[in-house]
């Protein structure tokens, strides 16, 4: 089972996501779905970019742990820079 710790982010849109990406090595993620609320999370970078290159991060169910609270999310998709080794912003679907 994979578990990944986040944080839940206030700011949305493009310059906060920006700032995430650039100042604070964050990517910013986003989990929505099953008729619930949407969630809007920063994870760090360097963590997921590891885990996202073993083949079972796209297949297996994830454990999200953001402040005190779990959620089973399934990755849907998954936006790379176009020649950097960088992600860029993830879509998780609730389980």
Known sequence: MII???EQ???IGKSASRKL???NN???SVVYGLNKPTLYISLDHD??????NDKNFYKNIITLKIS????LVSVHAVQRH???QRLL???FLYK
């Open 47 to 52: 963590k997921v970019f590891h885990l996202q």
């Open 21 to 23: 990406r650039n100042v």
């Open 9 to 11: 982010r206030i700011k």
């Open 68 to 71: 005190d609270q779990q959620y």
């Open 89 to 91: 912003h993830i879509d």
């Open 82 to 84: 176009c020649f950097k």
């Open 26 to 28: 964050k990517i910013p």
């Open 4 to 6: 990944i710790y986040g």
